[in-house]
């Protein structure tokens, strides 16, 4: 059974760095595609960071762009979400999400929070101001 467990999440002043780390298990990491998404109070969940294509490029949404690294180390089935100079408005609950690559593919978009069937519980990212 697929499980991903986030951790990492708190709350910082704006300019300050958070990282989230994404446990996998139950799954061949290298055959998954793993993206980590966001949600904001009244508003709907965006992808933050996810594969742009097959070769293992990665999209970040403009928003975070320069602030925000992705990254993983498949010995320990792991992710990572660095969030450097954290606004407020990165405030939301931050998920990751996984699925079989071939199925993730299909959708034309790793970007896609339909794609995902996988999903962790999520963890709170508070900015203030």
Known sequence: EEQL???????VQSGGSLRLSCVTSGFHF???????????????????????????????ADSVKGRFTASSDSAKNTVYLQMNSLKPEDTAV??????????????????EARAYEHWGQGTQVTVSS
Request: some cysteine; hydrophobic content about 35%; aromatic content about 14%.
């Open 5 to 11: 467990v986030e951790s990492g999440g708190g709350t």
């Open 30 to 60: 290298d055959d998954y595609a793993i993206a980590w998404f966001r949600q904001a109070p009244g508003k709907e969940r965006e992808a933050v960071s996810c594969l742009a294509s097959s070769d293992g490029t990665l999209h970040y």
């Open 94 to 111: 931050y998920y990751c999400a996984a699925d079989h690559l071939i199925k993730v593919t299909s959708f034309g978009t790793f970007c």
